[in-house]
């Protein structure tokens, strides 16, 4: 089965030479399972987008920079997306979010030293590392120091917290399981900390040619159904509630 739907995905993504083409955008280093350090751009997420750009006649291309580079593509149209985008009133300036299918469940890490949290009031006064343009957590309002690093991948984070350079270190569960256990680390433990699982997001550049917006009642805007982001996201949907979205995960995951 696995071997079937990656060749159906390779199948599909050669199918389109002259199709329209959706531009995901990336920061260079590795979210595992998800995306690799570039320049490789496989996984979780390439196949899932790549199978639904495909199901509407479209290709899936990727750019890698970093972060701040890549969110100011974003806010110029020079990209079309970010898969999985935390939504911020700055940030809803220039991007549209929807679900991408996925979900998102943070977690804390730190060295097997520390006490078992489940709040993020209880790591006040302990370092936070954080990525440079990444999500601060509110980490003055609950006293947090933080220690901020450029494209930090998970490696470089899991050491630092290791060699007890920083106390904690807030990252999506199913990566920080995924590196566990493929490299792993006594001297590491996950906390029941700090969030509950939600649907991940993905953040759609407004100024992208493939995204139009209709007027909803009360003069709200929606998508408009004869845009391509529109049909994406549909299609992103209908991956969503069938096996094909299991039987990707259970590919890149294991």
């Known amino acids: ?29 590795e979210r595992l399972p998800f995306i690799n350090k570039a320049p490789d751009n496989q996984g979780l997420y390439h196949g899932l987008f790549q199978l639904a750009a495909n199901s509407i006649g479209c290709k899936l291309k990727t750019v890698r920079a970093p972060k701040k580079r890549i969110l100011k593509m974003l806010a110029q149209g020079d990209v079309d997306f970010y898969p999985g985008l935390g939504k911020t009133k700055a940030r809803e300036q220039y991007l549209y979010f929807f679900e991408n299918g996925l979900t998102s469940h943070t977690v804390a890490i730190s060295h097997q030293s520390e006490p078992d949290i489940e709040t993020l009031a209880q790591m006040r006064g302990k370092v936070l590392l954080i990525a440079i343009g990444g999500n601060d957590f509110d980490a003055n309002k609950h006293g ?39 490299h792993p680390d006594k001297s590491l433990k996950i906390h029941p900390c700090c969030f509950k699982p939600k649907a991940m997001l993905l953040g759609f550049s407004k100024k992208s040619k493939h995204l139009t917006f209709t007027k909803a009642k009360g003069g709200s805007l929606q998508l408009a159904k004869d845009s391509k982001a529109y049909l994406f996201q549909q299609a992103l949907q209908k991956i969503q509630t069938s096996e094909t979205l299991n039987e990707l995960k259970n590919y890149y995951f294991h």
């Not at 995905?9 to 199709?19: E, G, K, Q, R």
């Not at 120091?145 to 998970?154: E, I, N, P, T």
């Not at 904690?168 to 990566?175: A, E, P, T, V």
């Open 144 to 182: 947090i120091y933080l220690r901020k690093a450029h494209d930090l991948s998970v490696p470089t984070a899991l050491t630092t917290i290791s060699d007890r350079k920083a106390d904690f270190f807030l990252y999506n569960k199913d990566s920080l399981l995924y590196y566990l256990h493929k």
């Open 1 to 29: 089965m696995k071997f079937l739907l990656i060749s159906c995905l390779i199948f599909l993504s050669n199918s389109y030479v002259s199709a329209c083409e959706f531009t995901m955008g990336y920061r260079t280093s």
